[in-house]
Nanobody, 121 residues
Framework: QVQLVESGGGLVQPGGSLRLSCAAS????????MGWYRQAPGKQRELVAV???????NDADSVKGRFTISRDNAKNTVYLQMNSLKPEDTAVYYC???????????????WGQGTQVTVSS
């Protein structure tokens, strides 16, 4: 069994900052890419940022220069530092990870349960 648990969401004023965390746990053999996605009401889920096991990153144009994705491989955890937040960043944020379980030599995508981020004055 593998679980992804997100934390760090909340209510913040425009221009503020939040740091999201997502920790993977369970019978994990290996993790390749980890990423953050978001879904606003009435909109499709979209990629925010992704990071490979080697640390290469790719960010959506809408968050470039404001959000930074990072990971701690020893802790099986991915982070999203969000600065200069705007009302349009309001959404449920989900983490996703490609994980191979112990004894299963195939990577599958696992999702967290989501954490709400609301940017409002």
């Amino acid at each position: 069994q593998v679980q992804l648990v997100e934390s760090g969401g909340g209510l913040v004023q425009p221009g503020g900052s939040l740091r999201l965390s997502c920790a993977a746990s369970g019978s994990i053999f290996s993790i390749n890419a980890m990423g953050w996605y978001r879904q606003a009401p009435g909109k499709q889920r979209e990629l925010v940022a992704v990071i490979t096991s080697g640390g290469r990153t790719n960010d959506a144009d809408s968050v470039k220069g404001r959000f930074t994705i990072s990971r701690d491989n020893a802790k099986n955890t991915v982070y999203l530092q969000m600065n200069s937040l705007k009302p349009e960043d309001t959404a449920v944020y989900y983490c996703k990870a490609g994980i191979a379980r112990v004894g299963v030599p195939t990577f599958f995508d696992y999702w967290g349960q989501g954490t709400q981020v609301t940017v409002s004055s």
